[in-house]
């Protein structure tokens, strides 16, 4: 160490990189430093005048001791530390304490020691199985800027100016907690968070004023299955934010429906609405699921809601897919009152016929919330509808995914062949029920999300069955797979995944829906 004459200070004054010394760490919260980009930042410190010098190895203590020699000041007690470091340790007992130890630890794993499994004849072993993933909604999602930056060349939308460097929004990402094995991650801390996440979701609606910004933040990673009605009814716009208006504004609104049956449902066996009516009885037999819409009590309830929603519309009218838009308002306010695991299987036959009454009101006046937003946007884009989505949805993948957009080019493969159906049905053909309410509990969050963000997600759609798409080689067995996608058994978490793929396209493409405008 130092000399007692030659006493430095304690702490070493220069710039040079000491073992432990504390260095800018960049990774999840920081991109990957660049100098180009952060020379502001390197010319704003001060630099001390340096000598290059070249690394040498530090081969003996003596040479350690004298580079950082003025890291610390000398004390008394130094000179005993030094002198214990520089006591020769026996190298049997040395290896003896380590045998002791790794035998230590073999006995309480049950597995044999590093002697005997020398001694024994090597045997192959079995791989390992991949610990399986936690269930729920944990897995690592890539931000927006770190799918931008980390593989350009993967796609045309890496090399396209991201609008802005961010990732998913509030909750919409849930990091692994500190655990080396993720499969180890017990069920009752999945419900402790689920419950922690439940109480955010209370609190925000048991509140005077309703904050719906913050409420969309927290619904985009989905919806508590406890509160997603009262959620659904608020973000649709359905019901005020005020507490104390709820009430009032829920007897008024079904008072209001009522007199629309009494008024209109009459008519639907006159010569002028004979045809409307006649379509709507045809429809609703076809749609999914079946074992709730066969059910008398459902079919009943929607003739009503779409009967009385074609009268009052008569610049659209009833147009098929609409009867298709009932299903998931209806299913998620009925869930309310039964204890039905499966949205697939709700039987109806137990609930009361005024709580029945309720729902169908409910559900109507939320179903005019979603189609009036989306006839909006049609209305402002030139009158053309879905065939205007369908047209940006083709222009968004010759940019997102070239590969795919010659392929289907190639076999003369049209969007609206096959894009059409996930346009007027917002995807509810191609995932089952329980996907597609997970999937509006994101769209019911975010600005225009049943019309704009929706094409991100059709786009998502044909990103993530690319490789089943260049596969088929035939026109006939192409159309027939993107008209049957297999989403049979998707879950909540292969939604998750979807949206986080159409949320890094929207910031990639943000000026997409606004292309066509004239």
């Known amino acids: 160490m130092a000399s007692d004459g030659a006493r430095k200070q304690f702490w070493k004054r220069s710039n040079s990189k000491l073992p432990g010394s504390i260095q800018h760490v960049y990774g999840a919260q920081h991109p990957p430093f660049d100098p180009l980009l952060h020379g502001t930042l390197l010319k704003s410190t001060a630099k001390m005048p340096t000598t290059p010098v070249k690394a040498k190895r530090v081969s003996t203590f003596q040479e350690f001791e004298s580079n950082t020699s003025d890291a610390w000041d000398a004390g008394e007690d130094d000179d005993e530390l030094l002198a214990m470091a520089a006591e020769s340790l026996n190298s049997e007992v040395v290896m003896e304490t380590a045998n002791r130890v790794l035998r230590n630890h073999s006995q309480r794993q049950g597995r044999p020691t590093l002697q005997e499994e020398l001694g024994l004849q090597q045997k192959p072993r079995p791989e390992a199985e991949p610990p399986s993933p936690p269930s729920g909604d944990l897995r690592l999602v890539k931000s927006v800027s770190e799918s931008h930056t980390s593989c350009p060349a993967e796609s045309a939308s890496d090399a396209a100016p991201l609008q802005r460097s961010q990732s998913l929004p509030h909750s919409a990402t849930v990091t692994l907690v500190g655990t080396s094995d993720p499969s180890t991650l017990s069920s009752s801390a999945l419900s402790e968070r689920e419950a922690s996440r439940l109480d955010k979701f209370k ?276 159309l027939l797979f993107l008209q049957n996608l297999p989403t049979a058994h998707w879950d909540d978490e292969e939604i998750s995944l979807l949206l986080a793929e159409a949320y890094r396209l929207k910031f990639a493409f943000a000026d997409a829906p606004n292309h066509y405008k004239k």
């Open 203 to 478: 609190q925000l609606l048991a509140g005077p004023n309703t904050d719906l910004e913050e409420l969309r933040k927290l619904s985009w990673s989905g919806i508590p299955k406890p509160v997603r009605p009262m959620t659904w009814k608020l973000l649709s716009g359905y019901l005020p934010a005020n507490v104390d208006r709820r009430p009032a504004t829920l007897q008024r609104k079904q008072k209001e429906y009522f007199a629309f049956i009494e008024h209109y449902y009459d008519s639907r066996n006159d010569e002028v609405h004979q045809d409307t009516y006649r379509q709507i009885h045809i429809d609703i037999p076809r749609m999914n699921p079946e074992a709730l819409i066969l059910q008398p009590k459902v079919t009943e309830i929607f003739e009503r809601i779409l009967f009385i929603w074609a009268i009052r519309h008569p610049a659209s009218g009833y147009v098929q897919g609409i009867n298709d838009l009932v299903t998931p308002f209806f299913v998620v306010f009925i869930c309310e009152y039964l204890e039905a695991e499966e949205v697939d299987t709700v039987d109806v036959s137990g609930v009361p016929a005024e709580v029945l009454r309720n729902i169908e009101a409910d559900t109507y006046w939320c179903m005019s919330k979603l189609l009036d937003g989306i006839q909006t946007e049609s209305r402002s884009v030139a009158q053309v509808g879905v065939q205007w989505y369908v047209l940006v949805l083709e222009e968004m993948v010759s940019r997102v995914q070239e590969q795919v957009h010659r392929h289907l080019d190639q076999h003369e493969v049209r969007y609206l062949q096959f894009a059409f159906r996930w346009m007027n049905n917002l995807l509810m053909r191609e995932v089952p029920l329980r996907c597609t309410i997970r999937l509006w509990d994101t769209y019911q969050s975010e600005p225009e999300g049943f019309s704009h963000f929706h094409l991100y997600v059709c786009a998502a759609f044909l990103v993530r069955w690319r490789k089943e798409i260049l596969e088929e080689k035939d026109f006939q067995e192409l």
